[in-house]
Each structure stands twice: as C-alpha cells, then as structure tokens.
C-alpha cells in the first residue's frame, strides 16, 4: 500500500492573486455600470439639444409652434392645431413630434396622434436613451409653473407611460442622483428652480419623499433632489423651451 499524498493547498501568494483578479473583475462592472450610465444621460443631454433646436428652427421658418401651428395642412398631410401659441392637450403634444418630422428638423416618422390615448414611445414619441422612456411637449396648460419660472412657457417632458394615465408620460426613469447630473449639467442643479426641474410620478406635487423633498410652492418653493433616493423609477424631467 502506498502512503496517501498529501493534498496541494493554494500559497499564500496564489490566494492573493486570486483576490486581486476578483477585485479587478468587480471594478471592471463597477465601471462598466458608470460608463453605461454615463453614456445614457449624455444621450438624454443630447436628444433635448436636438429637439430644443428643432422646435426654435420650426419657430423661425413657419412663425409657429409646432403641435399648434394652424396652417400646417398647407404644408403637409396632417391635422392643424389651434394657434394659441402653446402645445396644448391633448392632441397637439402628439402633432408636435409630426410636425417637427414633417419639416425634416427631426429624423423619424410619428404619427401625430393618440394610440388608443396611449403615448407610445417610437410611434407617437421620440424614444429615450433609458428603458422605456420617451419625450412629450407639454406646456402650463396641461401642468401649471409651480417651479419658480413665473410664466407660461412650452417645455418636453422626459418620462414614461403608466397604465392609470397613458396620455402623459408621467411615471420615473432616473434617479435622483442622475437627474440632478443632469439638471447640474445643463441648468443650476435645482430641482425646483430654473429651466430644468424634477418630481415624482404622476405629477402630483411631491409631499411623499419620492426624489425631491418637496413640496413646491410657487416661485417662493425650494426643493432638493433625494439623493438616499436610488431608484431608477422616482424622477420624471422637465425641460422648459420658451414660448
């Protein structure tokens, strides 16, 4: 019989090598996660730079807004809005994309109307850069400026679609963190205050927690966004164009 040979265990220094390659694999996704996540409020940054020159291009060419424009049949097959200036409810914020399209200032074909009363994001809106987000014209008519800017203005909204109000893309898809990046990036940082602001889903004014402190009152109101807060559904984004 012979002797049983004793087993081979790792050395020290095979063992921390193994932990250092654990390492490096963790901080490559770690990294990975940052970049991607990087890469997609870039193209959300990017898009509204599109469409806010589009729709200030559109302004100068036809001498209206589009979605609203009440002559637009004389230049393409499509429905007129009212002409009141602003993107109002709740046909003229799916006119608007039609429109911008039909007039080459932006690339895609929309429908320029209301799937079933659903937004549909690739159909009837732009598609965003994260999950299944979109953008939607919206103006004071269909959501009042409590957020400080004083004055009727047209904005696009960033968010997504929810079955208790398909007609609005009202429910999250960032972050607290990452919507003040971007509200950092492109305007003051406040979530309450200038031309770029945030709140929960749904629209009501915020009082629950849920990505800014809230509420908003008025141009007197202050809010900050909840950075404990790190779901990627609490805030929807406001961007505000002008009249």
Same mark, same amino acid.
């Given at each position: 019989m012979f002797p049983n040979?004793?087993?081979?265990? #790792?050395?020290?220094?095979?063992?921390?090598?193994? %932990? !250092?390659? %654990?390492?490096?694999?963790?901080?490559?996704? @770690?990294?990975?996660?940052?970049?991607v996540r990087q890469a997609k409020l870039q193209g959300v940054m990017s898009d509204i730079t599109k469409y806010t020159s589009a729709y200030n291009s559109f302004k100068l060419q036809y001498n209206a807004v589009p979605g609203d424009m009440k002559n637009a049949?004389?230049?393409?097959?499509?429905?007129?809005?009212?002409?009141?200036?602003? *993107?109002?409810? *709740?046909?003229?914020?799916?006119?608007?994309?039609?429109?911008? $399209?039909?007039?080459? +200032?932006?690339?895609?074909?929309? @429908?320029?109307? $209301?799937?079933?009363?659903? #937004? *549909?994001?690739? %159909?009837?809106?732009?598609?965003?850069?994260?999950?299944?987000?979109g953008y939607q014209f919206i103006s004071q008519f269909n959501h009042s400026p409590i957020y400080g800017r004083g004055k009727t203005e047209n904005g696009i909204r960033f968010g997504q679609p929810i079955a208790a109000s398909p007609n609005s893309l009202n429910t999250g898809v960032i972050s607290p963190g990452n919507a003040y990046l971007l509200d950092k990036? +492109?305007?003051?940082?406040?979530?309450?205050?200038?031309? %770029? !602001?945030? /709140? $929960?889903? /749904? #629209?009501?004014?915020?009082?629950?927690? !849920?990505?800014?402190?809230?509420?908003? @009152?008025?141009?007197?109101?202050?809010?900050?966004?909840?950075m404990t807060d790190t779901s990627d559904s609490s805030c929807v984004m406001q961007f505000w164009i002008g009249k």
């Open positions: 040979k004793p087993e081979k265990a #790792f050395t020290l220094v095979e063992l921390s090598i193994v %932990i !250092v390659i %654990i390492g490096l694999i963790i901080a490559g996704v @770690t990294a990975g996660k940052g970049l049949s004389s230049y393409w097959t499509t429905t007129n809005g009212d002409g009141n200036g602003y *993107v109002t409810p *709740v046909a003229e914020p799916y006119l608007a994309w039609q429109h911008l $399209a039909l007039a080459k +200032l932006i690339s895609g074909s929309y @429908t320029g109307a $209301a799937s079933g009363e659903n #937004f *549909v994001v690739g %159909i009837n809106a732009p598609r965003g850069p994260i999950r299944k987000s990036k +492109l305007d003051d940082g406040l979530a309450s205050r200038g031309k %770029i !602001v945030a /709140n $929960a889903s /749904n #629209f009501a004014i915020p009082t629950n927690g !849920v990505c800014v402190t809230g509420p908003f @009152t008025g141009a007197a109101g202050s809010s900050n966004y909840i």
